[in-house]
């Protein structure tokens, strides 16, 4: 029985990315003392469209679209993953745009004073926003693991796989926006220091998904080995090797570490074309790996 | 006191008299099916079915199963509903059909597979143990209708004593593997059934678990990822140290402080 299709996949995926970019972002602009706030404001513009698409998406595959407002004004079972998932997301999302309307509103203000101090409310707010967006993107596995699905909930590992390839689709998102828009804000230096961070975290997916797999197969749970068996060798599986094993993390992993440390001299340079490939595969792994374990989660009986 | 029905599945013999009683009570419209190769019929609970006689052929014999919510006392539909749609009505669970919203959410949450969400309307449909009928004092539709009385509705002690009784009687009459299916699980059933045979010969779990029952462990799994993603990667690549020369590049490229 098929109960969440294409648009729940699809949306696990925007929520992720949308989630994982800021959250990347705003770790890379804290760790080096707010020195790379041109990061974090470009991820932030990317966070708010990919969330919205994807709240869009998840409205629509209701059976009942008109009745979504529902989710905000019902508090009789605040447990419940999606429940929580609405308010982080709405909370990641108004964080992200208060700190929009902040950044440029600093524009219109005339005091050296009053402009400090916008930053600095920015800056707070940036911090909560980054608060929320973890929690956005671990819901969207516990969404998946509070549930009767062998696949989904057999294991501890769901939030966490999900967690980390939304932090590697983030990244991946944010150098695809800079290389294809040749972005001043993030420069190409950072942009190589950001494809070595993904390659570390698609390290900790890699890790993720063997351990994912190996507790799968261990599990007793009825169905879990079954659902092993389908994303390894059953209908799942050339989505599974091809699609999250190859793009999400084995493209990925070489490119990025044989490119290590080097520099990128100019759009379309060799450099240039094995970011760009390994960000692209990155992206479509993430949506294959969402679409690997919502599907097949599905078809174990 | 809580009530339940007792299914007694060496008394059914798959008239599927239940079915349409549910269908009449219910006004659930009929749905067109194609034969696959077995009377069972429809092929699948589903939002205007709300209970159908599962077909099992085995070795030692052909056997039904009687499929509709179980009504747990420890129910997760009910845990994960969004918006408390789904809910306890004392020990029945029912959907509240003004605040559902449709999210599918029960239906992938259900240990039972006894929750449906599909068009036209759109909402999670499910036997809600015909409470109309039970409040008034009467037996549920499908109950009702049973020739062979393999459906006896009643006080659920008075349930589980007749249980009992008929386990004995079968286990010393040449059925060794019969059980009863429902007394502890998940809080205790209230369709208590009586199969010959273990619970996965006949499609039910064999030992059925909460949907939320290690929600907490998934929220921390999810959490330590974020934070191993946090220290590792970033926090060695973009800490401190490199300030004066990310300083440098930031100034070139034109930032804005």
């Known amino acids: 029985?098929?109960?969440?299709?294409?648009?729940?996949w699809i949306y696990l995926w925007l929520a992720g990315m949308a989630g994982g970019a800021y959250f990347a972002a705003y770790l890379v602009n804290r760790?080096?003392?707010?020195?790379?706030?041109?990061?974090?404001?470009?991820?932030?513009?990317?966070?708010?469209?990919?969330?919205?698409?994807?709240?869009?998406?998840?409205?629509?595959?209701?059976g009942k679209p008109l009745r979504f407002w529902r989710l905000l004004t019902e508090f009789d079972n605040i447990g419940s993953a999606m429940w929580l998932g609405t308010w982080f997301l709405l909370a990641f999302v108004a964080s992200a745009v208060i700190m929009i309307i902040l950044w440029n509103g600093a524009r219109y203000v005339v005091t050296?004073?009053?402009?400090?101090?916008?930053?600095?409310?920015?800056?707070?707010?940036?911090?909560?926003g980054a608060l929320f967006a973890v929690l956005v993107i671990a819901y969207t596995g516990v969404l998946l693991a509070s549930s009767n699905q062998p696949l989904w909930s057999a294991t501890y590992l769901v939030p966490a796989l999900f967690v980390t390839s939304a932090v590697s689709t983030g990244i991946a998102f944010v150098i695809v926006t800079a290389l294809v828009g040749d972005s001043r804000a993030v420069s190409s230096r950072l942009i190589s220091r950001l494809a070595e961070a993904d390659a570390l975290v698609i390290l900790i997916e890699l890790v993720m998904l063997v351990v994912y797999a190996v507790w799968l197969g261990a599990s007793h749970m009825e169905g879990a080995a079954q659902g092993l068996r389908l994303l390894v060798a059953g209908s799942m599986a050339p989505t599974f090797w091809v699609g999250v094993v190859a793009l999400a993390i084995l493209i990925p992993l070489i490119l990025d570490i044989s490119n290590w440390g080097k520099e990128i001299r100019q759009r379309g340079s060799a450099t240039w074309l094995a970011i760009m490939t390994s960000s692209v595969a990155v992206m479509i792994g993430g949506l294959l790996l969402r679409f690997a374990v919502v599907r097949g989660g599905q078809l174990v009986v | 006191m809580a009530k339940a029905a007792l299914v007694d599945m060496t008394k059914c013999m798959g008239c599927r008299g239940c079915q349409v009683a549910c269908k009449a009570w219910n006004g659930n419209s009929g749905e067109e099916t194609e034969f696959n190769g077995s009377y069972e019929n429809p092929p699948e609970l589903s939002a205007s079915t709300w209970t159908r006689i599962e077909f099992y052929e085995l070795e030692r014999g052909w056997f039904f199963r009687k499929h509709q919510c179980v009504h747990c006392t420890d129910a997760s539909c009910v845990e994960v509903c969004p918006t408390a749609a789904m809910h306890k009505e004392g020990e029945f669970v029912e959907v509240?059909?003004?605040?559902?919203?449709?999210?599918?959410?029960c239906a992938l949450a259900c240990p039972f597979d006894a929750v449906h969400r599909e068009p036209p309307l759109g909402i999670a449909r499910k036997c809600w143990f015909c409470l109309d009928r039970v409040q008034a004092g009467i037996e549920p539709a499908c109950v009702?209708?049973?020739?062979?009385d393999a459906l006896i509705f009643g006080e659920r002690d008075d349930i589980l004593k007749k249980a009992h009784a008929r386990l004995d009687l079968l286990t010393s009459n040449g059925h060794p593997r019969a059980q009863i299916y429902g007394e502890h699980e998940l809080g205790g059933l209230h369709w208590i059934y009586i199969l010959d045979g273990y619970p996965s010969d006949f499609g039910l779990p064999e030992s059925p678990r909460l949907a939320t029952n290690s929600i907490v462990g998934q929220w921390i799994g999810g959490l330590i990822a974020a934070g191993v993603i946090?220290?590792?990667?970033?926090?060695?690549?973009?800490?401190?140290?490199?300030?004066?020369?990310?300083?440098?590049?930031?100034?070139?490229?034109g930032g804005e402080r």
């Open chain 2, 230 to 253: 946090a220290a590792v990667p970033f926090w060695l690549l973009f800490r401190r140290k490199r300030r004066l020369h990310e300083d440098e590049e930031f100034t070139r490229t």
């Open chain 1, 1 to 8: 029985m098929m109960v969440w299709g294409p648009p729940i």
């Open chain 2, 96 to 105: 509240n059909k003004d605040t559902c919203i449709g999210c599918g959410y």
């Open chain 1, 31 to 62: 760790f080096s003392r707010g020195t790379q706030e041109p990061l974090l404001r470009m991820a932030t513009y990317l966070a708010v469209p990919t969330a919205m698409i994807g709240v869009l998406l998840l409205i629509v595959d209701l």
């Open chain 2, 144 to 148: 009702k209708t049973c020739p062979t």
């Open chain 1, 112 to 128: 050296k004073e009053a402009r400090l101090s916008l930053a600095r409310i920015a800056d707070i707010i940036s911090g909560i």
